[in-house]
């Protein structure tokens, strides 16, 4: 069976990260999308009224992929017997680039709309929380959790001050860090 068609608005909302990617989060207009999406302006305005409900879209989707990923890696957890928070960060840690350029075109748009940004503080909010709340050592696991934002953070914002040799070593060592809260 061949695979599906992506609906018209994943269309739309990849043309859109594409444009971001590419161009910045500045160039993302309605025009744009449309025609990287080679669809009409219409087609468009259909689906997403206007440049914010886009945005809206894209975090919506960004949020969603997140869970997927989470929701994986605990799947994976159960089969294997790896401890779930490790596994996380694996998959966090592996996000591509294009997911980086995407979310620092939400968060510089955010700047303008604060509120775009108010469904992933709550998915995050609430599923850090839970997965903290289901180690040995809640508090170590909030702490490893804040160390991984911070650093991807850290990275997404082009901070320097972690050469790039280190990176991995310090990924390695928060993975040995949330392995050991499971012991």
Known sequence: MPPSKPSTRDTILDAAETVVARDGSGRLT???VAAEAAVSK?????HFPNKV???QGMVTRMM????DEIAASEVRAKATGEPVLALVFQDMFNRTDAHDSVSMALLAASAEHPELLDPARQF????FQRLAE???DPIAAQILLLAMDGLKLSVLLGFNHIPDHQLQPIR???LSKARE???
């Open 64 to 67: 969603a992929e997140i869970g």
């Open 42 to 46: 219409g087609g468009v305005l259909y």
């Open 124 to 127: 995050l909010s609430s599923t």
């Open 30 to 32: 309605i025009d744009a």
């Open 181 to 183: 809260i499971y012991s």
């Open 172 to 174: 390695d060592r928060l």
């Open 53 to 55: 409900a886009l945005l």
């Open 134 to 136: 289901e180690t040995p």
